[in-house]
């Protein structure tokens, strides 16, 4: 008899369990399905529908939480083999119903008032003090999303069922975005009031990087523009060229380190056109606001950077703008235009050349500041811009900043954390010349396998090839090919490479073009920094590889930041097997 009641209470304890988790399931499929459907249709456009969306889900994940929470459900979680499903299950419910019943109720508030336009120009204004108004709830929405995520991370799914750890991954995922939309979100409502003058007028620098003459930070900064900010309010205040900075100054405009003498010289601090020598932004915006304040007396409150191909991802969104000769500057011709195009049309007249610059960047400018179309291409104009370290930002104000450090638009140099071992490749021009056009990269990376001692092994290197025509020296202009000035053969592309490995990490050999070769290592920010010279002859191609010894505890997942070109750079990337340290 005894026996038997214990059967039947096992029995119904098990029943109870498995329908409630079928119950849960349901509830959380249906909801998965709202979700997947919001966010198939998602933009900043639809926050006001927000609050349908959040009672109708809120419903389901509420009830999925309550019925993996009851004391019956957690008693189960103990038992061999399905414990290890339930807590899953239970965990990956508490946090979906957390996020839609403690994150959306916040977005609902900002609903209406929060949009596509909120983040893009309306007749040169930004709508600062509405972002302003909404960044309490946006934050809130972050932190409660932040926190799920978290959670989700915790999960331990190596020994349960596909279906559920499959269903976990899922999560994850729609998790994950959420976080990465809701933290940008945040950064913006923060960021952008103050720095466009919400409480006070500020200016800014400009810097028009041109990619047909490498810098590591993308390129030569020729063309500048002054920028004010005011209660949301942009205007365009000051048009420089390279040419109005006459040329070096006696000594760096601000004191370099010793690492900067060594890696740079001091020519990254005495001509502008050289401030983005290195591949640290902040410093090339302290250095560049250093020059404007000693050339102007004006000391702005910021810098920032683009280049032509970010320009052509604008005129993508905005359409054609007009110049004032007549010509079209299109998103399809702006490239070739603006970094090669224009060195034929005015061919050795630097001060038209900069005139068209000039020209080319007001019109943009001018056409962006008076946007009324639609303003989710823009964003993702500005995304994909700033995603290919086209488009950066330094503020001189600390905590704005530390608050741009967190995003890509810093530029800052590449950042190693415990998920991702952090590598840089960067070029800068040799040749002194506009000779970049014709350059094209590809990048690559992997991790060996591990020794005993747990720390892994890299090879990182990339491939440069000439595109330019055989009989460049002849058909180019000596603008263009530099003439030899500095040395190097009309048509002949001489390169400067830096490829900077994580804190920690140690570089135990080099190769060019499969060969093992000698080449200069330095130390920049705590990091090793390999420095090769590839000089390029019409049509040819070379390769540079380096070996890496990571530190001991580094991920062997890497990741590599390199100087945005002229084109679009294939960076390619393989991990090994995972590494177990059996060091204590």
Same mark, same amino acid.
């Given at each position: ?35 997947? @459907? ?21 419903? /389901?994940?509420?009830? @999925?939480?309550?019925?993996? =929470? ?53 007749? +040169? ?106 209660? *949301? ?28 003498? =060594? ?11 050289? @401030? ?13 606001? @250093? ?93 994909? &811009? ?24 810093? +530029? ?21 010349? /506009? ?47 530099? *003439? ?41 920010? +705590?990091?090793?920094?390999? /420095? ?43 991990? +090994?097997?995972?590494? /177990?340290?059996?060091? &204590?």
């Amino acid at each position: 008899m005894t026996a038997a009641i214990i059967i039947f209470v096992v029995v119904a304890w098990g029943s109870w369990v498995a329908v409630r988790g079928l119950l849960a399931r349901d509830a959380l499929q249906s909801a998965a399905t709202e979700i997947r @459907a919001a966010q198939a249709s998602a933009s900043l456009d639809a926050l006001d529908e927000l609050g349908e969306l959040a009672d109708s889900v809120g419903e /389901k994940t509420s009830r @999925a939480a309550v019925l993996t =929470s009851d004391p019956l459900w957690r008693a189960a979680e103990v038992l061999p083999l399905v414990g290890t499903n339930l807590s899953a299950f239970r965990e990956t419910a508490a946090a979906v119903d957390s996020i839609v019943s403690d994150a959306l109720p916040s977005l609902v508030e900002v609903a209406g008032s929060i949009d596509g336009e909120s983040l893009t120009l309306r007749e +040169g204004v930004l709508p600062v003090e509405e972002l302003r108004a909404a960044q309490p709830s946006i934050g809130s929405a972050q932190a409660v999303v932040a926190e799920a995520n978290s959670s989700l991370s915790r999960i331990q799914t190596e020994d349960v069922l596909p279906q559920i750890g499959e269903a976990v991954s899922q999560v994850r995922t729609l998790s994950s975005a959420a976080d990465r939309l809701l933290t940008g979100l945040d950064i913006a409502a923060r960021l952008l009031p103050p720095m466009l003058g919400a409480s006070g007028g500020r200016e800014y620098l400009v810097l028009f990087q041109n990619n047909a003459e490498l810098r590591a930070g993308g390129g030569i900064p020729g063309a500048t523009s002054v920028i004010s900010a005011d209660a *949301g309010s942009i205007g365009l205040v000051d048009q420089a060229s390279s040419a109005d900075f006459r040329g070096a100054t006696p000594e760096p405009v601000l004191p370099l380190s010793e690492e900067e003498n =060594s890696l740079f010289s001091d020519i990254l601090g005495r001509f502008i056109q050289n @401030a983005t020598l290195t591949p640290d932004f902040a410093r090339s915006g302290e250095l560049a606001q @250093a020059r404007w304040t000693q050339l102007t007396g004006q000391e702005v409150d910021g810098v920032a950077a683009i280049d032509p191909v970010a320009l052509s991802y604008l005129l993508e969104a905005t359409g054609p703008v007009t110049l004032p000769d007549g010509s079209e500057l299109t998103s399809e011709n702006a490239v070739d235009t603006l970094l090669s195009g224009v060195y034929a049309r005015f061919a050795d007249q630097p001060q038209l050349q900069d005139a068209y610059f000039a020209a080319a960047a007001a019109a943009v400018f001018e056409r962006v500041s008076s946007f009324d179309g639609d303003a989710g291409a823009m964003l993702d104009a500005l995304a994909r &811009g700033v995603e290919e370290r086209r488009i950066l930002v330094w503020s001189a104000n600390e905590q704005e900043q530390a608050l741009l450090d967190t995003t890509p638009l810093a +530029g800052q140099l590449p950042q190693t954390t415990e998920d991702v071992s952090a590598f840089g490749v960067y070029f800068n021009d040799a040749t002194g010349a /506009k000779m970049d056009y014709y350059v094209d990269a590809i990048i690559g990376g992997d991790s060996q396998s591990c020794r005993q001692d747990g720390r892994p092994e890299f090879t990182v290197g990339f491939g440069l090839t000439s595109s330019a025509p055989d009989d460049a020296a002849q058909s180019l202009t000596d603008y263009v090919t530099g *003439g030899g000035v500095f040395g190097v053969e009309p048509g002949r592309i001489r390169t400067e490479a830096l490829i900077y490995v994580p804190p920690g990490a140690v570089i135990t050999g080099g190769r060019v073009n499969g060969e093992p070769a000698e080449f200069n290592v330095q130390e920049h920010e +705590g990091r090793l920094v390999a /420095k090769f010279v590839v000089e390029l002859a019409p049509g040819e191609s070379q390769s540079v590889q380096i070996d890496v010894l990571g530190d001991l505890g580094q991920s062997e997942d890497l990741a590599i930041e390199h100087t945005p070109m002229v084109r679009g750079t294939q960076v390619q990337l393989s991990a +090994g097997e995972a590494c /177990k340290s059996d060091q &204590g």
